[in-house]
């Protein structure tokens, strides 16, 4: 594994609404590797673009006290009960600043995939060493994540962008956001175009390493539906959602959790 400072990208120019740094991981692939999901860039709106974004099933319960997905650290960020993170991770992304030394980092946002079939989801789902990972993480079965999901209009309508503070609430990325020469786009507009070049070309790759960034917290109340891979999990997170006084739609897909080349899930 590199070390944070040689991941650390540089800071970012507030000016430019996408920066580049160096050249980003190519995406894994493999003989039965899945399509990137969603691909249908023609047909569906940007606002409409379903984001992503996976945690420990133990986890859950203290997103819902919260009321809220946290980013990895500000005045919300709490210890998860399973850290998938790993610690070199957590500094990589605590380094890179969107926009300048003195704006928040990566780690000041909630982070978000473009697709169920993202890299760093795949390599927990088929258990591969990956050092943005905790081992915790990748030696867990797939079956033990709820995935939940929303939209970027939901999170836009959260920051309009109509002040200026909340014009860097939402960055988007073409690639790991710690990674150098990763694109970013760091203003509402540059984040929005940036959304479309990743999504207009699906054969490259790029969806499944691009992030969806969201400063601070995301409400849960924001969530759309939690994906689970069984019915033994629906029930599980059902019981758990119970108390909670969230409503939010458990929908069971086993497909978003087999890893690429798998064909079968168990639990």
Known sequence: MSNPSQRASKARERVAPTTLRTAPVAPKTSAGAKAA??????????????????????????????GAVNAMQGATATTPVVDISSEGNRAWRASTHIAGDDSASVADYVPFFLSPDASVWESIRSGAI????????????????VILVSAVKNATALHPGDVPEDDT??????????LERTRFGATRDGAER???????????GAILEAEFLVHGTFPFDQ?????VAN?????TVKGILKPSGFRTKVAV???????????????
């Not at 990956?130 to 994540?145: Q, S, W």
Request: aromatic share 6%; no cysteine; hydrophobic share 45%.
């Open 37 to 66: 999901a969603p691909v249908r860039s023609a047909a569906v709106k940007v606002g409409d673009q379903r984001i992503y974004h996976v945690t420990h099933i133990k986890n859950l319960a203290d997103i819902l006290v919260s």
């Open 130 to 145: 990956d050092p943005r990972l905790t081992t915790t993480a990748t030696d867990a079965a797939a079956a033990d994540f």
């Open 169 to 178: 609430a939402i960055v988007v990325t073409d690639a790991d956001a710690a």
């Open 194 to 204: 940036l959304l479309h070049t990743v999504r207009s070309n699906p054969a490259s």
């Open 223 to 227: 969530i759309m539906l939690i994906g």
């Open 231 to 235: 019915d033994r999990v629906r029930d």
């Open 253 to 267: 897909y086993p497909p978003w959790f087999l890893p690429s080349d798998d064909d079968s899930l168990d639990g």
